[in-house]
């Protein structure tokens, strides 16, 4: 075993325990929170790769039930325990099949560590551009390919933790890179912006560090609003040829 592999087993113990905050839990509930509040009728809500539907039942018991539960997942076994928490969950290809739902539908959509699971991530988007209703809500959350441990990786040459070749995160994302990403030809502006986890420290310096300086946290976190522009983001991709056969749509 090399050097570098001892270390970084060592940092692996180190963070067992911490995980959970790579998914900012508290950090989506409360975005969530604070935008369906404002609506008179029940809101509608999708997730999009919601696992076991965590986000969502969090988000329904602290809005006591007073809203529409939608998510996007294709285990069989995690659609079935959404299912019997209330969620109404289907099975899509969120690269290649439309979303099932029409324009203008959803208040919210949650995309909490998937964007960096996909290659066609711009015909996701522009899926979501279609279904989500102007000045309605998007929160991401994504492996911070720039997370200080991963700076730290890097500089030593190696692979970065949250983007190995031998794992299943074929994108690599940062702050400036989503924010350029999601805001070229103004379809979406950011709101607000957190890091949550600070790996390997213990939670309650995570917590700390993570506030301190959300560009190095382990996991970001971004709400941005759908402007009122019209058509979808896939439109980004008619001005500009990036040598690669994204999909764009049937």
């Known amino acids: 075993m090399t050097l570098y592999q001892t270390i970084y087993n060592k940092a692996l ?3 067992e325990g911490t995980e959970h905050l790579t998914y900012g839990r508290a950090i989506v509930r409360n975005w969530a929170l604070g935008h369906t509040s404002q609506f008179d009728e029940l809101p509608k809500i999708l997730d999009i790769g919601c696992g076991k539907g965590d986000d969502l039942s ?6 006591g039930r007073k809203c529409e539960l939608h998510a996007i997942e294709y285990y069989d076994e995690y659609r079935k325990l959404c299912e019997e928490k209330g969620i109404q969950a289907k099975e899509v290809n969120i690269e290649r099949d439309v979303y099932p739902w029409e324009d203008n539908f959803f208040d919210l959509v949650i995309a909490n560590q998937i964007i960096e699971h996909t290659k066609d991530t711009f015909y996701m988007i522009s899926e979501i551009s279609r279904i989500l209703k102007p000045d309605g809500s998007l929160i991401i959350g994504i492996p911070n390919l720039a997370a200080w441990h991963d700076r730290l990786i890097l500089l030593l040459g190696q692979q970065p933790s949250g983007m190995k070749m031998l794992g299943p995160h074929p994108r690599g994302i940062t702050r400036p890179a989503l924010k350029q990403f999601m805001e070229c030809d103004g379809f979406f502006e ?3 912006f957190k890091g949550s986890g600070f790996y390997p420290f213990p939670e309650s310096v995570a917590n700390i560090l993570a ?3 959300p560009s190095l946290a382990t996991s970001t976190f971004f709400l941005f609003k759908r ?3 019209p058509g979808t983001f896939i439109e980004v991709l008619k001005s500009r040829f990036f040598e690669t056969n ?3 749509g049937s």
């Open 13 to 15: 113990k180190l963070k």
């Open 58 to 63: 969090g988000i329904g018991e602290a809005l």
């Open 190 to 192: 950011l709101i607000d």
């Open 211 to 213: 506030r301190l300086f």
């Open 227 to 229: 402007t009122k522009k």
């Open 246 to 248: 994204y999909y764009q």
